[in-house]
């Protein structure tokens, strides 16, 4: 079944909440049970920022931003289990952290892949903000108004759940590509 999310196509999904057991207590799901299975997972994050902070990303006395980000964001995939209490610690086989200027600001996507018993969504996510947050940390002097916007999901393959694509309506903000 189809319904429509902030001008978003998305799968409805379960109405119960995987992470509470049947006192409401908070537990980590047990997918000892599981089979291992190719899993995959892509997240993005948007930087707004201004025409004057675009310009000066190959200045940066700290270093390539772009680049320090990616690096951030591709390491922070790897430490999602310590960050959110409920993630499993996951095998991760693959991770990719791209970054591309655009007029109006810096796109992120993430890309995470493993094989396991339990989905990469979370550490696709974390991968996508923790870059959106290195780029801030690394403008900020220039800009304290610099913002991070749209982190989110856009694609999961495997698991239980199946497949989930993004869909994004007619009127959805995107970012433009810088000239």
Same mark, same amino acid.
């Given at each position: 079944?189809?319904?429509?999310?902030?001008?978003?196509?998305?799968?409805?999904?379960?109405?119960?909440?995987?992470?509470?057991?049947a006192a409401g207590r908070a537990t980590m799901v047990d997918v000892s049970e599981k089979l291992a299975s190719k899993r995959e997972a892509e997240a993005s994050s948007f930087v707004r920022m201004s025409v004057e902070v675009l310009k000066s990303l190959p200045?940066?006395?700290?270093?390539?931003?772009?680049?320090?980000?990616?690096?951030?964001?591709?390491?922070?995939?790897?430490?999602?289990?310590?960050? @959110?209490?409920?993630?499993?610690?996951?095998?991760?086989?693959?991770?990719?952290?791209?970054?591309?200027?655009?007029?109006?600001?810096?796109? @992120?996507?993430?890309?995470?892949?493993?094989?396991?018993?339990?989905?990469?969504?979370?550490?696709?996510?974390?991968?996508?903000?923790?870059?959106?947050?290195?780029?801030?940390?690394?403008?900020?002097?220039?800009?304290?108004?610099?913002?991070?916007?749209?982190?989110?999901?856009?694609?999961?393959?495997?698991?239980?759940?199946?497949?989930?694509?993004?869909?994004?309506?007619?009127?959805?903000?995107?970012?433009?590509?810088?000239?």
């Open positions: 079944m189809k319904s429509e999310t902030h001008g978003l196509k998305t799968t409805r999904m379960s109405k119960k909440l995987s992470h509470y057991d200045r940066n006395p700290k270093g390539n931003p772009l680049e320090i980000a990616r690096f951030a964001g591709i390491s922070a995939a790897k430490r999602t289990s310590d960050l @959110i209490p409920m993630c499993h610690p996951l095998p991760l086989s693959f991770i990719d952290v791209d970054t591309r200027v655009c007029e109006n600001g810096v796109a @992120i996507a993430s890309r995470v892949t493993t094989t396991a018993g339990t989905g990469v969504e979370m550490e696709a996510l974390v991968a996508a903000s923790v870059a959106a947050l290195t780029v801030y940390d690394m403008c900020k002097a220039l800009d304290k108004g610099i913002s991070i916007e749209h982190v989110r999901l856009e694609r999961k393959s495997g698991g239980k759940s199946g497949a989930y694509q993004r869909q994004a309506a007619p009127n959805a903000p995107r970012a433009k590509r810088h000239r």
